[in-house]
């Protein structure tokens, strides 16, 4: 494979049900399940439905949700040369550690085979196909906290298409700073599998938090999502593992959540807690400057936001931002979709390209203090270098 960087556009923030996966959801009575249901029409539609008392009944899916033909189409619609699929919430937490261990490995199993057979980029990058996923792990409330490490090495030495693995925020139902699954972060070092820490739960709905009125999905996703990825990362950064794993790979879904942005006062906090201020080697936004994000985050102004934040935490001991923060955090930085949620609404017509996309798209490009290049690195080339395809 050539040593350049081609100019790419590459979707790292993609998901999909596969046809097993799906079966299995259609199986159940309670959420997580797909339903089907009558429309006012008469029409028959199935219905996702990912977490109990959510509006609507959950959201209408169809073949974008598992095929891949539709998954290549959403691609060539929107110019994304290469996606980076992964399973999308709830992967495995409803089951019991036989379940989850007997379906994650059909699962990375049918993703291996979903991506390897899926086209190459021909006369682009003949080496590389069109698609490469992250797997899962069988990580539920009574995994063996050993059995993680040989499944872990086993799903990169054998599924070449799989570069990472995805993962929720839960763990064994103790979060991701347990203890015990120290050894799983090991073997995610030490076999180079990016983490993309995506939630699925939320946070922020008790107590009546959101209030009476009724709002729809808005609070619990706009809010609910990203504050449960801002608490699960820093819990992992106040357990010292990225001083432990220095070479961990760890992605964060919706461009950090809330973390850039309350970096200075975690480290302000941390400072005048005698509890966990001895307990890191660096000042706490040293770590942001650590780990990876996407760009779904649907502005410019946040994007060069979070790409300062970033800069400024590879030059440690500093709270003032600098010119020149921005481009160089731009390199963690990498674009994303979120296909197949957030589709068009209200339009006729199946030729249409999805807002969302474009939103993403022009955030990117809107960047002011990105040059050229960054630009280009966020949009693909980043991420051809944190997968491993050039």
């Known amino acids: 494979m050539a040593s350049r960087i081609p100019k790419l556009l590459v979707d790292i923030h993609t998901h999909v049900y596969l046809p097993r996966y799906a079966s299995v959801l259609r199986s159940r009575e309670v959420a997580p399940r797909i339903l089907s ?18 509006p609507s009944g959950g959201r209408p899916v169809g073949p974008q949700y598992w095929d891949r033909d539709e998954k290549l189409r959403f691609m060539d619609k929107h110019g994304i040369d290469i996606s980076i699929v992964s399973m999308a919430n709830p992967w495995l937490d409803f089951l019991p550690y036989k379940s989850a261990l007997d379906l994650s490995t059909n699962l990375n199993a049918d993703l291996q085979t979903y991506c390897s057979t899926s086209p190459s980029l ?56 347990e203890p015990e699954l120290e050894e799983m972060w090991g073997a995610l070092e030490e076999t180079g599998l990016v983490v993309f820490l995506h939630p699925h739960y939320g946070v922020g709905g008790g107590e009546n938090v959101w209030g009476e009125r009724e709002n729809g999905h808005v609070l619990p996703l706009a809010l609910g999502f990203p504050f449960e990825t801002t608490a699960a990362v820093t819990r992992l950064i106040l357990s010292g593992l990225l001083d432990r794993h220095p070479n961990m790979r760890i992605l964060l879904a ?7 942005l309350l970096s200075s006062r975690l480290a302000s906090c941390i400072t005048h807690d005698p509890l966990v201020a001895h307990r890191l080697q660096h000042d706490a936004r040293y770590y942001l400057g650590k ?8 502005g410019a102004a946040e994007l060069g936001f979070v790409s300062a934040v970033i800069g400024r935490a590879e030059r440690e001991g500093t709270t003032r931002e600098e010119e020149g923060d921005a481009e160089r955090g731009s390199t963690r930085i990498m674009f994303g979709t979120d296909h197949p949620f957030f589709p068009p609404i209200g339009e006729e017509g199946g030729d249409q390209k999805w807002q969302s996309v474009l939103d993403n798209l022009d955030a990117v490009q809107g960047v002011a203090k990105w040059s050229g290049e960054a630009k280009d690195g966020v949009k693909g080339g980043n991420a051809l270098r944190l997968f491993g395809l050039i």
């Open 122 to 177: 021909t006369s682009v990058e003949p080496s590389l196909n069109r698609l490469y996923a992250l797997g899962l792990i069988p990580l539920v409330n009574d995994t063996p906290a050993d059995t993680l490490v040989p499944f872990i090495r086993n799903l990169s030495a054998n599924h070449p298409h799989i570069r990472g693995i995805i993962l929720g925020t839960r763990g064994r139902g103790k979060g991701l700073d």
């Open 254 to 260: 919706h461009a950090g959540a809330a973390l850039p």
């Open 291 to 298: 780990l990876y994000y996407d760009a779904v985050a649907y």
């Open 37 to 54: 249901r009558t429309t006012a029409s008469g029409q028959t539609e199935e219905r996702l439905l990912i977490l109990d008392n959510e």
